[in-house]
């Protein structure tokens, strides 16, 4: 079973990439560019897929993470993705990513030690 730690390092991971992704990018690039706009998106519904699966104590425990909002958005990517909004995803990436690492982190950082301690095991 994969532990919430291990679903935090998964959110961390898929929103670095999604950063290297967008290194020197502007909006007209980034619009101009499907491959990077299907990896963003592919990404992003890594990000809803962990979110999914984050324990409801975990979630409980931090209201603070909008985990209805990011599922919400991975929902769309999978189930609806002709509504996929290029713009969206965009503004995803400048104006979400930072905080939801911050959040990630803080939501790692309070995981009772043997739940970190097992993932670290598992490395």
């Not at 079973?1 to 502007?26: C, N, P, T, W, Y």
């Amino acid at each position: 079973m994969i532990s919430d730690a291990e679903r935090m390092e998964h959110i961390l991971g898929a929103i670095q990439r999604i950063k290297g992704f967008v290194v020197g990018m502007d909006r007209d690039a980034f619009h101009a560019n499907q491959t990077v706009q299907d990896a963003i998106a592919y990404n992003i519904t890594i990000i809803g897929e962990a979110v999914r699966c984050v324990s409801d104590g975990t979630k409980s425990a931090h209201p603070e993470v909008p985990w209805k909002q990011i599922r919400a958005m991975r929902n769309i990517l999978i189930h609806d993705y002709l509504r996929t909004d290029v713009e969206a995803l965009w503004n995803v990436v400048q104006n979400d990513l930072d905080d939801l690492v911050r959040m990630m982190k803080s939501v790692k950082a309070a995981l009772p030690p043997t739940a970190v301690a097992a993932e670290s095991k598992n490395s």
